[in-house]
């Protein structure tokens, strides 16, 4: 059974960086490509970050490219999200995904692309 972990949300200021990581469990990690996304209270799931299974490949939602870094440890079994320069409309549930896909990162932006999902770390912007 495939398990995600995320850990290092929490409540910041505005303008402040958070790095978000994801433990994957129960899998071969090295063959999921990843995801980042996050919900708001009362909107719908939404894409923020993707890369592919050697980490040399990523894609950013428009909202958060300059912004924000995924990365991967695949010896260890995690997947990261550098967020900088926080904004308010960043608070929201952050979710990390995992596909067992061939698809590019720039395909994944889409929450049916993923096969397993982590229960979410609420990130809080405050201004």
């Known amino acids: 059974q495939v398990q995600l972990v995320e850990s290092g949300g929490g409540l910041v200021q505005v303008g402040d960086s958070l790095r978000l990581s994801c433990a994957v469990s129960?899998?071969?990690?090295?063959?999921?490509?990843m995801g980042w996304f996050h919900q708001a209270p009362g909107k719908e799931r939404k894409f923020v970050a993707a890369i592919g299974q050697t980490g040399k490949t990523t894609y950013y939602s428009p909202s958060v490219k300059g912004r924000a870094t995924i990365s991967r440890a695949n010896s260890e079994n995690i997947v990261y999200l550098q967020m900088n320069t926080l904004k308010p409309e960043d608070t929201a549930v952050y979710y990390c995904?995992?596909?067992?896909?061939?698809?590019?990162?720039?395909?994944?932006?889409?929450?049916?692309?993923?096969?397993?999902w982590g229960q979410g770390t609420q990130v809080t912007v405050s201004s």
């Open positions: 995904a995992a596909a067992e896909t061939i698809l590019a990162a720039a395909l994944l932006t889409t929450t049916a692309r993923y096969d397993y």
């Open positions: 129960g899998g071969t990690f090295s063959q999921y490509a």
